[in-house]
């Protein structure tokens, strides 16, 4: 599989912010998949008021990969991404137990700094949600309440990004204009570049491409390989010709006697060739899903 | 809920929005306190229903509790139909770019804001003298029609919009004509909406004052005809308030008797406005 | 609307005799306002015969008897007591509407809302008598007489902060819950996301309020005849009796005669004016909120 390349002019930019401590410079393409746990998932159950979503997850998730949690809709997948970023707070009635770990932090503590933790962690949803301002603004708004870089650095910081998601070229001479005007796809890598901005070590993706035409999403798809090596990126989706495509690792889910589970978890490469669980081999062939 | 940082500016916030509220509610709460402390002692069922003594200081409210539902009702009565049907015409007869419409439900929008003494002047001007009906409960009660018709209007294009496509397409396909349609289709699922409108204008109608001043009057007197000027609830806690010396415990009753009425009346409102959308929730 | 307008002639009796019924109703509806301006304008005519426009603004005063008719004075009265009440009204009013919706835990938000509600629906003669009875005395406990430009003032704030309140509330919850998960992701706290996300992105609604607000304060009547004290003077001190537009009329049109009735039209007329404004542009800003969320 190939890894990205970073183009000249984003060396360029590279070569103005090497000053700035904070700002993590591009790393030529590493081999992703160090066996390096960041995050881990132990016994890791969500419920809805008085139902359980997910039971009993018990997930690695490796650094720098690209993991694709898959199965049929309504398995729990986007339940179990939310919770990574304790997104399911939000939710009235949800419960989670179990432990996750992202590196030494305890996600599911009640006194981790869920601020700290949603800076770490960058979170892309199905339909892309650009803020009513311009499209400057969008960016600079997390760059704002983040509060660690001086402000003159933001506009290096934001051309960086937009190049990043291949965004610049098409909004370099509109970066006042109101974001909404944005298509689809551009507001969807518009919510990426967001997301990105901050320089998150994890990324999560709920189905980032199925609310967008085939084009977009070939871009989309393209990017977020792109982030390989440099992000731990975790994407949702059903589409299982776009994991095989992008996926380092597998996770499928499936829901078992009503009750949502992690069936099978291992590299692309063995889970798609030779799968162990027969529901995975039902679900690969087409046959179940 | 949304998470709270330890940051200075999120404390003082969420001091100053607890604050804030802390004082509305208890600023709120001391005024329903004070009218309940003041008004109850007077408050029987011979107050109720007898007549006004002494200027009012003695006695009950009687008349002007007949009066008030005179004037309400025939304000109800003139409101009702023509409201009725122009929202049935906004609703089902005019697109969003038809320009009647738009310039109906325009004007609709600003005399919903129009200040009710601008009305009562109208009512004046036009009833009390264009049309000769002097100081009368029919006068008030034409004036106040013309305040709650936006209201009724608004709420019962609503309700008829909210009502989906599908029943107007099984009408047309068994081929009834569009009168069946709306008379026997539409307006029965409407039904609940256009009640709650229709209380809700009620409720503005009941709580009126300035638009009645002058327009049906102050006579406290049992009226005998429609024609007769006759005293509003409102009008009557105004009176004892500023022009009768001692007047202020019934002015206190008299007000309590009015806001319970009002309760009630905005809670059937809300209550059927709920009712209103859990059935047009029900897959149909 | 099932039939497409070129479809629109009724095939059946009924129907033809159904429209013209609904269209006749729809056009007194409409034509209701057009009513109003044409007696209001009729009934200040002799006034603005006799008197003249700039009399209103350079007389010497506000003695009908005498042919004296200087409105300024309850024009500032006016002026001044609501934009008073909005100053107060406006934060309380949004900070209730995000009370409701971000601060208070559920078993405290709905009935908070709907005690707002309740007093939404309180008659501006409740108001006025507990202004007479508990507020005026109060007033002139700290600095008499009592009835003043501050009374008018914080009754009109009590008025108008439920109007206030129930808008912008209904316009917060109206913001896609989208917006939330996005802005929570990106690691906002509450304040933060409401400062610059959420309060931003409701603006319209807020506004919307807003004007509403001004245009009840404007026209309002009973309350403010109860407690200012409806002395004919321009306010030069929060403490001073002030005599608004609206109580001018209220107070004089039962008897005023000839060229004195046509100059209270002639007031109503320009309240009528000022509010309409403001009614106007809520309702641009009402529909520009309903248009951002069908996109």
Same mark, same amino acid.
């Given at each position: 599989?190939?890894?990205?390349?970073?183009?000249?002019?984003?060396?360029?930019?590279?070569?103005?912010?090497?000053?700035?401590?904070?700002?993590?410079?591009?790393?030529?393409?590493?081999?992703?998949?160090?066996?390096?746990?960041?995050?881990?998932?132990?016994?890791?159950?969500?419920?809805?008021?008085?139902?359980?979503?997910?039971?009993?997850?018990?997930?690695?998730?490796?650094?720098?990969?690209?993991?694709?949690?898959?199965?049929?809709?309504?398995?729990?997948?986007?339940?179990?991404?939310?919770?990574?970023?304790?997104?399911?707070?939000?939710?009235?009635?949800?419960? +989670?137990?179990?432990?996750?770990?992202?590196? *030494? $932090?305890?996600?599911?503590?009640?006194?981790?700094?869920?601020?700290?933790?949603?800076?770490?962690?960058?979170?892309?949803?199905?339909?892309?949600?650009?803020?009513?301002?311009?499209?400057?603004?969008?960016?600079?708004?997390?760059?704002?309440?983040?509060?660690?870089?001086?402000?003159?650095?933001?506009?290096?910081?934001?051309?960086?990004?937009?190049?990043?998601?291949?965004?610049?070229?098409?909004?370099?001479?509109? $970066?006042?204009?109101?974001?909404?005007?944005? =298509?689809?796809?551009?507001?969807?890598?518009?919510?990426?570049?967001?997301?990105?901005?901050?320089?998150?070590?994890?990324?999560?993706?709920?189905?980032?491409?199925?609310?967008?035409?085939?084009?977009? =999403?070939?871009?989309?798809?393209?990017?977020?390989?792109?982030?390989?090596?440099?992000?731990?990126?975790?994407? +949702?989706?059903?589409?299982?010709?776009?994991?095989?495509?992008?996926?380092?690792? +597998?996770?499928?889910?499936?829901?078992?006697?009503?009750?949502?589970?992690?069936?099978?978890?291992?590299?692309?490469?063995?889970?798609?060739?030779?799968?162990?669980? *027969?529901?995975?081999?039902?679900?690969?062939?087409?046959?179940?899903? | 809920?949304?998470?709270?940082?330890?940051? &200075?500016?999120?404390?003082?916030?969420?001091?100053?929005?607890?604050?804030?509220?802390?004082?509305?509610?208890?600023?709120?709460?001391?005024?329903?306190?004070?009218?309940?402390?003041?008004?109850?002692?007077?408050?029987?069922?011979?107050?109720?229903?007898?007549?006004?003594?002494?200027?009012?200081?003695?006695?009950?409210?009687?008349?002007?509790?007949?009066?008030?539902?005179? &004037?309400?009702?025939?304000?109800?009565?003139?409101?009702?139909? &023509?409201?009725?049907?122009?929202?049935?015409?906004?609703?089902?007869? %005019?697109?969003?770019?038809?320009?009647?419409?738009?310039?109906?439900?325009?004007?609709?929008?600003?005399?919903?804001?129009?200040?009710?003494?601008?009305?009562?002047?109208?009512? #004046?001007?036009?009833?009390?003298?264009?049309?000769?009906?002097?100081?009368?409960?029919?006068?008030?009660?034409? %004036?106040?029609?013309?305040?709650?018709?936006?209201?009724?209007?608004?709420?019962?294009?609503?309700?008829?919009?909210?009502?989906?496509?599908?029943?107007?397409?099984?009408?047309?396909?068994?081929?009834?004509?569009?009168?069946? %349609?709306?008379?026997?289709?539409?307006?029965?699922?409407?039904?609940?909406?256009?009640?709650?409108?229709?209380?809700?204008?009620?409720?503005?109608?009941?709580?009126? %004052?300035?638009?009645?001043?002058?327009?049906?009057?102050?006579?406290?007197?049992?009226?005998?005809?429609?024609?007769?000027?006759?005293?509003?609830?409102?009008?009557? &806690?105004?009176?004892?308030?500023? #022009?009768? !010396?001692?007047?202020?415990? #019934?002015?206190? !009753?008299?007000?309590?008797?009015?806001?319970?009425?009002?309760?009630?009346?905005?809670?059937? !409102?809300?209550?059927?406005?709920?009712?209103?959308?859990?059935?047009?929730?029900?897959?149909? | 609307?099932?039939?497409?307008?070129?479809?629109?002639?009724?095939?059946?009796?009924?129907?033809?005799?159904?429209?013209?019924?609904?269209?006749?109703?729809?056009?007194?509806?409409?034509?209701?306002?057009?009513?109003?301006?044409?007696?209001?304008?009729?009934?200040?005519?002799?006034?603005?015969?006799?008197?003249?426009?700039?009399?209103?603004? /350079?007389?010497?005063?506000?003695?009908?008897?005498?042919?004296?008719?200087?409105?300024?004075?309850?024009?500032?009265?006016?002026?001044?007591?609501?934009?008073?009440?909005?100053?107060?009204?406006?934060?309380?009013?949004?900070?209730?509407?995000?009370?409701?919706?971000?601060?208070?835990?559920?078993?405290?938000?709905?009935?908070?809302?709907?005690?707002?509600?309740?007093?939404?629906?309180?008659?501006?003669?409740?108001?006025?008598?507990?202004?007479?009875?508990?507020?005026?005395?109060?007033?002139?406990?700290?600095?008499?007489?009592?009835?003043?430009?501050?009374?008018?003032?914080?009754?009109?704030?009590?008025?108008?902060?439920?109007?206030?309140?129930?808008?912008?509330?209904?316009?917060?919850?109206?913001?896609?819950?989208?917006?939330?998960?996005?802005?929570?992701?990106?690691?906002?706290?509450?304040?933060?996301?409401?400062?610059?996300?959420?309060?931003?992105?409701?603006?319209?609604?807020?506004?919307?309020?807003?004007?509403?607000?001004?245009?009840?304060?404007?026209?309002? /009547?009973?309350?403010?005849?109860?407690?200012?004290?409806?002395?004919?003077?321009?306010?030069?001190?929060?403490?001073?009796?002030?005599?608004?537009?609206?109580?001018?009329?209220?107070?004089?049109?039962?008897?005023?005669?000839? /060229?004195?009735?046509?100059?209270?039209?002639?007031?109503?007329?320009?309240?009528?004016?000022?509010?309409?404004?403001?009614?106007?542009?809520?309702?641009?800003?009402?529909?520009?909120?309903?248009?951002?969320? /069908?996109?």
């Amino acid at each position: 599989m190939d890894h990205a390349q970073p183009t000249p002019h984003l060396r360029e930019a590279e070569k103005q912010l090497s000053g700035i401590q904070s700002w993590r410079p591009y790393q030529s393409a590493q081999p992703c998949c160090e066996p390096i746990a960041h995050i881990r998932a132990e016994d890791l159950s969500i419920g809805y008021h008085d139902h359980l979503a997910l039971q009993h997850v018990n997930l690695q998730i490796n650094k720098g990969c690209i993991t694709a949690l898959v199965g049929p809709s309504g398995c729990g997948k986007t339940s179990f991404l939310m919770s990574l970023n304790r997104l399911t707070d939000l939710i009235p009635g949800c419960r +989670v137990s179990g432990r996750l770990q992202m590196n *030494e $932090l305890d996600v599911l503590a009640p006194t981790t700094d869920l601020l700290h933790l949603r800076r770490q962690v960058g979170m892309i949803f199905q339909k892309p949600t650009v803020f009513p301002f311009s499209i400057k603004k969008n960016l600079e708004l997390p760059l704002r309440e983040h509060g660690k870089h001086p402000r003159e650095t933001w506009a290096a910081m934001i051309e960086t990004t937009f190049q990043q998601v291949g965004l610049w070229d098409e909004v370099k001479d509109r $970066l006042s204009q109101p974001a909404q005007a944005l =298509s689809g796809g551009q507001q969807q890598r518009l919510c990426l570049a967001r997301a990105l901005i901050l320089s998150p070590q994890v990324l999560l993706l709920d189905e980032p491409c199925s609310a967008l035409d085939p084009i977009s =999403s070939g871009i989309i798809e393209d990017l977020i390989v792109s982030l390989r090596g440099r992000y731990t990126v975790i994407i +949702v989706t059903h589409n299982l010709a776009q994991a095989r495509r992008m996926a380092d690792h +597998v996770a499928l889910f499936w829901s078992v006697d009503g009750i949502n589970q992690l069936i099978e978890t291992g590299s692309a490469q063995s889970l798609f060739e030779s799968p162990q669980h *027969e529901l995975t081999a039902a679900y690969i062939s087409g046959a179940r899903g | 809920m949304l998470t709270q940082s330890k940051g &200075i500016q999120e404390q003082c916030s969420t001091w100053i929005v607890w604050g804030s509220a802390i004082l509305i509610a208890l600023s709120f709460l001391s005024l329903l306190g004070d009218l309940l402390w003041h008004g109850w002692a007077q408050l029987s069922w011979s107050f109720v229903f007898s007549p006004p003594q002494n200027a009012g200081r003695e006695g009950g409210i009687g008349p002007i509790l007949l009066s008030t539902g005179l &004037i309400v009702g025939i304000c109800m009565a003139i409101a009702l139909p &023509i409201g009725l049907g122009t929202a049935i015409f906004l609703a089902e007869y %005019t697109q969003g770019h038809h320009r009647f419409g738009r310039l109906i439900r325009g004007s609709l929008d600003v005399l919903a804001g129009v200040p009710s003494i601008v009305f009562g002047l109208f009512g #004046n001007a036009l009833f009390c003298q264009a049309l000769g009906l002097g100081f009368s409960i029919l006068s008030g009660g034409l %004036t106040l029609a013309c305040m709650v018709l936006p209201i009724i209007i608004r709420t019962t294009e609503e309700s008829f919009r909210a009502i989906t496509f599908d029943q107007r397409f099984s009408a047309a396909a068994l081929g009834f004509s569009r009168s069946t %349609t709306v008379g026997c289709i539409l307006l029965p699922a409407a039904m609940p909406g256009l009640l709650a409108g229709s209380l809700l204008g009620l409720g503005r109608a009941m709580a009126e %004052t300035a638009a009645l001043i002058f327009t049906s009057g102050y006579v406290d007197r049992m009226p005998e005809s429609l024609l007769d000027s006759g005293r509003a609830l409102s009008i009557h &806690i105004y009176d004892l308030a500023m #022009n009768v !010396a001692g007047g202020n415990p #019934n002015a206190y !009753a008299t007000a309590l008797v009015l806001v319970g009425l009002l309760l009630i009346i905005n809670f059937s !409102a809300s209550w059927m406005a709920e009712k209103w959308t859990t059935l047009n929730q029900l897959p149909t | 609307m099932i039939s497409s307008s070129s479809n629109i002639l009724p095939h059946f009796h009924s129907d033809h005799s159904l429209l013209w019924g609904l269209r006749f109703l729809a056009l007194i509806a409409g034509s209701l306002l057009l009513l109003i301006v044409m007696f209001l304008l009729q009934e200040s005519w002799p006034a603005f015969q006799h008197v003249g426009l700039r009399s209103f603004f /350079t007389d010497e005063g506000w003695h009908p008897s005498e042919d004296l008719y200087l409105l300024t004075p309850m024009l500032w009265g006016t002026l001044w007591a609501s934009l008073g009440s909005i100053m107060l009204a406006a934060p309380l009013g949004i900070g209730s509407a995000v009370f409701i919706q971000y601060y208070a835990p559920s078993f405290l938000a709905k009935p908070y809302r709907r005690l707002i509600e309740l007093l939404a629906g309180i008659p501006s003669v409740v108001f006025g008598l507990w202004g007479l009875v508990v507020l005026v005395p109060l007033i002139a406990r700290w600095q008499p007489p009592g009835p003043s430009l501050l009374a008018g003032i914080l009754i009109l704030f009590l008025m108008i902060l439920p109007t206030i309140t129930l808008v912008v509330q209904a316009s917060l919850a109206q913001i896609p819950v989208s917006v939330i998960h996005h802005a929570t992701a990106l690691g906002l706290s509450r304040w933060s996301m409401i400062r610059s996300v959420i309060l931003p992105t409701a603006k319209a609604g807020i506004f919307t309020g807003l004007f509403l607000g001004v245009a009840r304060a404007l026209g309002e /009547t009973m309350a403010i005849l109860m407690v200012c004290g409806n002395v004919v003077q321009s306010p030069s001190h929060l403490f001073d009796p002030i005599r608004t537009l609206t109580a001018n009329i209220a107070l004089e049109v039962a008897y005023a005669l000839g /060229t004195h009735r046509s100059t209270l039209f002639v007031s109503g007329l320009l309240l009528m004016a000022m509010i309409v404004v403001f009614v106007v542009m809520a309702e641009g800003f009402r529909h520009r909120e309903a248009n951002a969320h /069908t996109k």
